[in-house]
């Protein structure tokens, strides 16, 4: 998977507009799915350099509002995330509602191991799954390039 699953839109003017809000999924993206024990690596840096720049952040999970907030709270993510919820139904084709999601009326980027889950009329970024804890995994480098976080 390459960093964009469905590529940032162009304003008129050609510049690529800067997101205001940020969604990630838990499971896969920021923490292992298997043991669900380790945060990936750069999340943290991540998610409070996004928090500084006053952008939105939201997380939700398949497992619910409830599991994504504990997942957050885990791992003290607490003071850079917005709000939790779940990925609670799908649409009549498959992909999961958004609809709940207060996602503000700037630019929006998913950012997910299952993109294929989402709409594609959603901005998504795609990642490989983190299964395990891997001290070495680089799965968030490129969306931290793109927010001007050195790494």
Same mark, same amino acid.
């Given at each position: 998977?390459?960093?964009?699953? &469905?590529?940032? @839109?162009? =304003?008129?003017?050609?510049?690529? +507009?800067?997101? =205001?809000?940020? #969604?990630?999924? #838990?499971?896969?993206? /920021? $923490? ?8 990936? +690596?750069?999340? &943290?840096?991540?998610?409070?350099? /996004? ?5 939105? *952040? ?6 619910? %509002?409830?599991?994504?907030? %504990? &997942?957050?709270? %885990? ?5 850079? *995330? =917005? ?5 609670? &139904?799908?649409?009549? =084709? @498959?992909?999961? #509602?958004?609809?709940?999601? +207060? /996602? @503000?009326?700037?630019?929006? *980027?998913? $950012?997910?191991?299952? +993109? ?7 901005? $998504? ?12 995994? !680089? ?5 931290? !390039? /793109? #927010?001007?976080?050195? %790494?």
């Amino acid at each position: 998977m390459g960093l964009a699953h &469905r590529t940032l @839109g162009r =304003s008129s003017a050609g510049s690529t +507009p800067e997101p =205001s809000c940020w #969604v990630f999924d #838990v499971d896969g993206s /920021l $923490v292992d799915s298997l043991t669900g024990t380790s945060l990936r +690596p750069g999340a &943290r840096a991540l998610l409070a350099h /996004l928090a500084e720049r006053d952008d939105r *952040v939201l997380c939700w999970s398949a497992g619910g %509002q409830e599991y994504a907030g %504990q &997942r957050i709270a %885990q791992f003290g993510l607490d003071p850079f *995330v =917005s709000g939790c919820f779940g990925k609670d &139904r799908r649409d009549d =084709s @498959g992909f999961y #509602v958004t609809s709940h999601l +207060p /996602l @503000g009326a700037g630019t929006t *980027v998913f $950012v997910d191991d299952h +993109p294929e889950d989402l709409s594609p009329c959603l901005t $998504v970024i795609a990642l490989e799954p983190y299964l395990a804890d891997d001290p070495h995994d !680089r799965g968030l480098k490129d969306i931290a !390039r /793109l #927010v001007g976080l050195a %790494q």
